[in-house]
């Protein structure tokens, strides 16, 4: 079972920092997934990336596969950013995702 | 499309009572799973049906716990008797591709037991 660990657990910034969430995992693997969950409980899919870096709006995510270690950033952070961030790998060899146990975001305005 | 549909996004139940979760994934997908969140330990997987075949249902905790696919647009979870240790959040998510491609969650069924 690949071990997936978050840091930190909770972040909490003014508005417009830069923010950073880190993710490394134990086993190798096909790719990995970001995912952020709203206070109101729904889960949305974010990234799914294998190598390098994928951005969208605000959002980069980047991944060494050497280090098995991959980082969600957000630039010029907003209040709506606030919510629990997390990263799933696949067990080798089948598709089951492990998650991380999330980073929850606060960002104050 | 309307993404992965769960119905009910809340229920309240007895211990001792039957409690059906229901999950219609986005059209297309071949893949579909079934997550537990609690506080304890946060997201599990339950089992994952591909073709409408379940593939591993090792996370099922015990034999309360029943999941079936009969077709290619519909799932249901199956609590049998139900305990206040099932209360939790239960996702159901949909992918293309397992592993390969995106995984789309639905709201979630809010589940409480008492």
């Known amino acids: 079972k690949n071990e997936v660990e978050q840091s930190p657990q909770n972040l909490t910034a003014q508005e417009g920092e830069f923010i950073t969430i880190n993710c490394s995992y134990s086993?190798?693997?096909?790719?990995l997934h970001w995912l952020q969950q709203h206070p109101g409980g729904g889960i949305v899919s974010l990234f799914m990336?294998?190598?390098g870096k994928k951005k969208h709006g605000r959002l980069i995510a980047t991944i060494n596969i050497q280090e098995k270690h991959s980082s969600l950033h957000i630039t010029a952070s907003h209040p709506r950013d606030s919510a629990v961030y997390i990263c799933a790998a696949p067990n080798f060899g089948n598709e089951k995702l492990t998650f991380g146990t999330g980073t929850r975001l606060t960002i104050i305005p | 499309d309307a993404g992965v549909i769960q119905s009910p996004r809340h229920e309240v139940t007895e211990m001792g009572q039957e409690v059906t979760l229901r999950c219609k994934p986005i059209s297309g997908h071949n893949s579909l799973f079934w997550y537990r969140q609690t506080m304890m330990r946060g997201l599990e997987l339950l089992i994952y049906f591909n073709n409408n075949v379940p593939i591993d249902d090792s996370g099922m905790p015990e034999d309360r716990f029943s999941a079936k696919m009969p077709n290619a647009s519909f799932s249901t979870l199956k609590i049998q008797p139900s305990e206040p240790r099932d209360s939790a959040v239960y996702f159901c998510?949909?992918?293309?591709?397992?592993?390969?491609?995106?995984?789309?969650f639905g709201q979630g069924t809010r589940l409480t037991v008492v």
């Open positions: 086993v190798g693997i096909s790719a």
């Open positions: 998510a949909s992918s293309v591709i397992p592993g390969i491609t995106e995984a789309f």
């Open positions: 990336l294998s190598s």
